[in-house]
């Protein structure tokens, strides 16, 4: 039997592509930060307000994406959003005052949200079991390779007059080269006309919209038919999971931390950050090769336990390093709280802004300047966005003897790749893979986008409380909190999370149905105990 062209390809484009550009719309805004604040002379609130745009937009599309998903096809909605995406990205690269770049943020926050959405429903239903955790795997991949992109891009584009301008644009690249990739692919699932269309897929997911095909209202996530409130709760507690663990501000400090035990000096920050990125990018790679052996459930307790373990090392280094931390916007005479801008790994900006107004207690004090912006390194799947102010560091503490000064920053070094690494294998990856499966085809743009508002919030929640915990309880607790917390997310996986590798999505289905309750799924189901039957056609994927 012969494997007509280029379906699965294309497929795989559709989603790497779609990860890239989201990369790079996350990351890009750090780059042009700097020129921006010169030539429309920004306030910190007015770049809080911009880079906080893009949540915004973001948001917006994880509350009413979901219908627009289920409504107008999957297809329909990737296209569109890459229209939205370059009416964004002209409005920025054009933009001539704050209010025309807010605009063009927002509208790329909405567009990438949208398509991060519309992407893994759409591949994880036009391939078969076997390719469907290694292709919607792929849309992390691209995240990462985006961030990366955009970093060569800004440090390209740096002194270029303008150059903010060229940063933007590029973003539609990958988005116009996504929409010719979808030209060759049918709408989705329900394009069945053609019989054709379905030989190349060797075992997809595509079928018939059958005469009997339950109809589901929004309500229904909530309630106990067909499992679906048990659904909702492998959903929603592997989003919340996902960013309670700290991951936006473990990534979006990654460089200020490293300062902060000691790693001095630009270049030093940035090759911490790079090498982040680097390790996102092989730990994506890896899980790609393992989601469809391993399996999903496996790789989530192995991610969420490697975690555990980093983080709180982390925070068990910071005991040792004394440290004072604060972010500088909070110097300047019109900024406020921190307002919230959940963002990822920092990459310092190699020209140091002109300091901004500062304030000072008293005579003797030293005065907090602005420092450097940092750019943001997103995992993935996961839905996170752009850079916070970095952290001040205070030198009054004496400094440990050097050996053991250094012992400690290649601990805290290790710590910092261990938890890159198990996030990006672990919940970065196969998160969006389970929410793309497990619901029934008639609901799942809505279900997944339900869960797609909580990943968007607790992101901005855990990035809003970051400092006030500092704060509180010191940055070592902290650290140590998010690595209690992933010890509970890895009860949770343990108790709900069933295995789904191997299974067509309509098997998956059948097998929410026939538990009534989440509690005891994991560790009592495996795809190897159970047999299943097949379903035909007309029963929904």
């Known amino acids: 039997m012969g494997h007509p062209p280029p379906r699965l390809p294309l497929c795989a484009s559709v989603s790497l592509l779609g990860g890239l550009t989201f990369g790079y719309e996350l990351a890009v805004i750090s780059g042009a930060l700097l020129p921006l604040q010169l030539d429309f002379e920004l306030s910190c609130l007015e770049q809080e307000f911009l880079v906080g745009s893009l949540l915004l937009g973001a948001l917006l599309a994880s509350l009413a994406g979901g219908f627009l998903i289920d409504r107008y096809g999957r297809k329909q909605a990737i296209l569109g959003s890459n229209l939205v995406l370059l009416a964004g990205s002209l409005s920025l690269g054009l933009a001539g005052s704050l209010a025309w770049l807010v605009?063009?943020?927002?509208a790329a926050g909405f567009a990438i949200s949208l398509s991060s959405m519309a992407c893994c429903i759409y591949v994880s239903e036009l391939v078969g079991p076997r390719q469907r955790g290694v292709l919607v795997s792929l849309y992390e991949a691209?995240?990462?390779?985006?961030?990366?992109?955009s970093y060569a891009l800004n440090y390209a584009l740096a002194s270029a007059p303008r150059g903010w301008r060229h940063m933007f644009g590029w973003a539609a690249a990958p988005a116009v080269l996504q929409s010719l990739s979808l030209l060759f692919l049918p709408a989705g699932a329900d394009e069945t006309a053609a019989p054709k269309d379905l030989i190349p897929l060797q075992g997809g997911?595509?079928?018939?919209?059958g005469l009997g095909r339950p109809r589901y209202s929004f309500l229904d996530l909530f309630r106990a038919r067909d499992n679906m409130r048990g659904r909702t709760t492998v959903g929603l507690g592997l989003v919340l999971f996902q960013q309670l663990t700290g991951q936006p501000?473990?990534?979006?400090?990654?460089?200020?931390?490293?300062h902060s035990v000691g790693f001095q000096g630009g270049a030093s920050a940035m090759l911490a950050s790079v090498g982040l990125g680097a390790v996102k990018v092989v730990a994506t790679l890896i899980a790609m090769g393992l989601v469809d052996r391993a399996g999903r459930r496996a790789l989530l307790l192995a991610g969420c336990a490697l975690m555990a373990l980093s983080v709180s090392g982390i925070g068990l280094v910071s005991f040792a390093v004394p440290m004072d931390s604060g972010p500088s916007c909070l110097a300047t005479p019109n900024a406020t709280k921190l307002s919230g801008l959940p963002g990822d790994s920092g990459l310092p900006i190699s020209v140091s802004p002109p300091p901004l107004p500062t304030t000072s207690k008293s005579q003797g004090e030293p005065v907090l300047s602005t420092s450097k912006k940092t750019k943001p390194s997103p995992g993935a799947g996961e839905p996170t966005a752009p850079p916070l102010p970095a952290l001040g560091t205070a030198s009054s503490a004496p400094p440990s003897p050097a050996p053991e000064r250094a012992l400690l920053h290649w601990t805290a070094l290790v710590c910092m790749m261990l938890f890159v690494s198990a996030f990006s294998f672990g919940f970065g990856p196969v998160t969006w893979l389970v929410l793309s499966e497990i619901y029934p085809v008639e609901i799942r743009g809505r279900a997944f986008a339900f869960c797609n508002s909580f990943n968007w919030a607790a992101n901005l929640f855990i990035s809003l409380s970051f400092l006030d915990l500092i704060g509180t309880i010191g940055l070592s607790w902290t650290f140590l909190l998010y690595g209690l917390t992933a010890v509970l997310g890895l009860g949770f996986i343990y108790l709900f999370v069933p295995e789904t590798k191997g299974q067509s999505l309509a098997e998956i289905d059948q097998q929410f149905q026939r538990r009534r309750f989440a509690l005891g799924f994991g560790h009592r189901q495996s795809t190897s105990g159970v047999q299943y039957s097949r379903i035909k056609v007309s029963a929904a994927s």
Not at 103 to 106: A, I, V, Y
């Open 103 to 106: 605009l063009g943020r927002s």
């Open 142 to 149: 691209g995240i990462t390779v985006g961030i990366l992109l």
């Open 205 to 209: 997911e595509a079928t018939k919209l």
């Open 249 to 258: 501000n473990v990534l979006c400090y990654a460089s200020t931390i490293f």
